[in-house]
């Protein structure tokens, strides 16, 4: 493709051989990769995380079997940025020693399964297909499809359909969301729609494919203009799908594919038993505490997270949040020392080059809430353990969607439209909020319920004595 301006390029497959040596590009071709995964919801995470380490594999001369088939499960506007680009994108990666950036190659190609549904379940039902891999955000294992609609997991059903039709091995369905026990809700998910259909068939998916658990973590804010603008002064390229992520990088993966299983060790990922004490460790307080830095350090004020971190008060909350609130209700993680990985966390938290938007941390704030930071504080509130800076955390959720309900991130939360009246008149009684945010179990339990809700009593009052 013909320079944009001057020497500034677009990048594509004809231009990427020229970036020079300050960037690492792919020495593989990704029409010669074996398409093996297709990959539900390409977004700015599966392109930082796992298309990085299959990336990685392709770059190592390890395996040219892992091509990716990516898919928009919502719109098609990355697809068209990709497509302009054949497929390659940059990754720039910032941390304690800088920025790095590195163009990747392994979108094989892509399918847009919102105009063409299937188009994408051909693509999974195709032999080379061994993994179908899913970063479709929470509320898909939770919300049914509206009448007339297919969800996700309708689509994975037609494909594993095809297959079994056809004398095929199924893939294996790897679950790369946030979620607790990700591959069980998968299989769940699956299984419902299945025996819907017929008995038979989820009979036959129950015994055959299977559904391995995994603990996904890269800190990937969205990315902005300043980076493309900064892409462009200094490499001289223009990216339409640029994607910033932290230098840190980590995938557990419970090793139990019923198909070809990529060699992911190869290139770090940790294959385990048993993935839920590491998912538990990162949802618990990695994930939790990006709810409290939205909803505490939103409530003081700061807008990132690098402005959140600036504040010692806050800081010093979230560690007591970490270190004696959540910490003492984990199980033991194998070969994981928890203070350090706590330590860690707070670093990754203050990088002051990749401030995370504290609006994106409290977006679906009923599925975070619910998500990570119930889990501990049931189990705090069930063994009598300390639980205060957790009781804080839900106040301030409270209190957002009572006095800032016109945000944009409230929006996005799929009880905004329960949640919005009860929060307002929460401080008054909580428990019906509560129980419509999935909380009955512990709107049930006084002595929680009252401690709650003195702290909206004393927030309402404080914004009344604020007004006067």
Aim: proline fraction near 6%.
């Amino acid at each position: 493709m013909s320079p944009l301006r001057g020497d500034l390029r677009r990048l594509d497959r004809t231009t990427v051989g020229a970036l020079g040596p300050g960037i690492e590009v792919p020495s593989y071709d990704a029409r010669s990769l074996r398409p093996g995964i297709v990959h539900l919801g390409s977004g700015v995470f599966h392109r930082a995380h796992q298309a990085v380490y299959l990336h990685d594999l392709a770059q190592a001369g390890i395996s040219d079997r892992w091509g990716v088939v990516g898919t928009g499960m919502r719109t098609r506007a990355t697809l068209d940025d990709l497509a302009r680009q054949d497929g390659l994108y940059s990754v720039t990666e910032i941390g304690p020693e800088g920025r790095s950036v590195r163009v990747v190659g392994v979108v094989r190609d892509q399918v847009d399964a919102v105009a063409d549904p299937q188009a994408l379940v051909r693509r999974m039902a195709d032999p080379h297909t061994q993994v179908v891999t899913l970063t479709v955000t929470a509320p898909a294992y939770e919300l049914t499809a509206a009448p007339g609609t297919r969800g996700v997991f309708d689509l994975v059903v037609d494909a594993l359909t095809l297959r079994r039709r056809a004398g095929l091995g199924p893939f294996t369905v790897l679950s790369c969301d946030n979620l607790p026990d990700n591959g069980r809700a998968a299989r769940a998910c699956v299984l419902a729609v299945a025996e819907g259909r017929d008995p038979r068939l989820a009979t036959w998916i129950a015994e055959n494919v299977t559904f391995p658990s995994s603990m996904v973590d890269r800190i990937t804010p969205p990315a902005d203009a300043d980076l493309g603008a900064w892409l462009r002064r200094r490499h001289g390229f223009v990216d339409a799908a640029p994607v910033v992520c932290e230098s840190f990088r980590q995938w557990v993966v419970e090793d139990a594919f019923c198909a070809e299983r990529p060699p992911l060790d190869a290139v770090g990922v940790q294959l385990v038993t048993d993935a839920r004490p590491f998912v538990a460790m990162k949802t618990s307080l990695l994930n939790a505490t990006h709810v409290a830095l939205g909803f505490l350090g939103g409530a003081a004020g700061h807008t990132t997270t690098a402005d959140a971190m600036r504040d010692p008060v806050l800081v010093a909350t979230i560690t007591r949040m970490m270190r004696h609130e959540v910490a003492p209700l984990l199980d033991a993680v194998p070969g994981v020392d928890l203070d350090a990985y706590r330590a860690d966390l707070l670093q990754r938290f203050a990088n002051e080059t990749l401030a995370d938007p504290l609006e994106r941390l409290r977006g679906r704030g009923s599925v975070r809430v619910l998500n990570y930071v119930a889990p501990s504080l049931r189990r705090a509130v069930q063994s009598g353990a300390s639980r205060s800076v957790m009781t804080d955390v839900l106040a301030a959720w409270i209190n957002h969607l009572a006095h800032h309900g016109d945000a944009p991130e409230v929006a996005t939360d799929p009880l905004a439209d329960v949640l919005l009246p009860l929060a307002r008149t929460a401080p008054h009684d909580v428990r019906p909020f509560l129980v419509a945010a999935g909380l009955g179990d512990l709107a049930a339990v006084p002595s929680f319920a009252s401690s709650l809700q003195r702290r909206l009593t004393v927030r309402k009052d404080h914004l009344r004595a604020a007004a006067s």
